[in-house]
């Protein structure tokens, strides 16, 4: 399945329990820090087509908006928790950035540096979403999903 979208532009996957929001990076050579918990930076190095996935389970568009406007505009790093911090059973939003991402339900949220996989509602798990010039191709049909101004 093929969804267009331009870079003004959000997509919203729907799922029963949550909600992911897709961005396109929009700019060439973007840099992306990355602060893992042995204190290392990881820096990635991104191309203008390459996707920003935000993962909501409360299902918040404001919320989504705001965490891809961040990484996308304001140039925040992304920070990966230890998978034992108590944090992470309070995160609501989660991000990867990257030209393809893998959702999983079954995944601690916060902790994966590699930024391939994001973790997701139960409904939208096993979903891959990879980047094509102009917006995304996923790897299932039927999908819910709206396109909205960013």
Same mark, same amino acid.
């Given at each position: 399945?093929?969804?267009?979208? =331009? &870079? /003004?532009? +959000? ?10 929001? $897709?961005?396109?990076? *929009? !700019? ?19 191309? =203008? &087509? /390459?996707? +920003? ?10 919320? $989504?908006?705001?965490? *891809? !406007? ?81």
């Amino acid at each position: 399945m093929n969804i267009d979208f =331009k &870079d /003004d532009e +959000i997509l919203f996957l729907e799922g029963e329990t949550g909600l992911v929001g $897709i961005v396109k990076v *929009a !700019y060439e050579n973007k840099m992306l820090f990355i602060a893992t918990p042995d204190n290392d930076e990881i820096v990635q190095f991104l191309e =203008k &087509d /390459d996707l +920003i996935a935000v993962s909501a389970f409360n299902k918040d568009k404001r919320a $989504i908006r705001s965490l *891809a !406007y961040l990484t996308r505009e304001e140039d925040s790093p992304i920070v990966i928790l230890d998978k034992n911090h108590p944090s992470t059973k309070r995160l609501s939003i989660v991000l990867s950035v990257g030209d393809s991402v893998n959702l999983n339900c079954n995944i601690t949220p916060g902790t994966h540096p590699e930024q391939n996989v994001l973790c997701s509602c139960d409904s939208l798990s096993g979903l891959l979403i990879e980047k094509t010039a102009s917006g995304v191709k996923l790897n299932k049909e039927g999908i819910k999903y709206s396109i909205e101004k960013f």
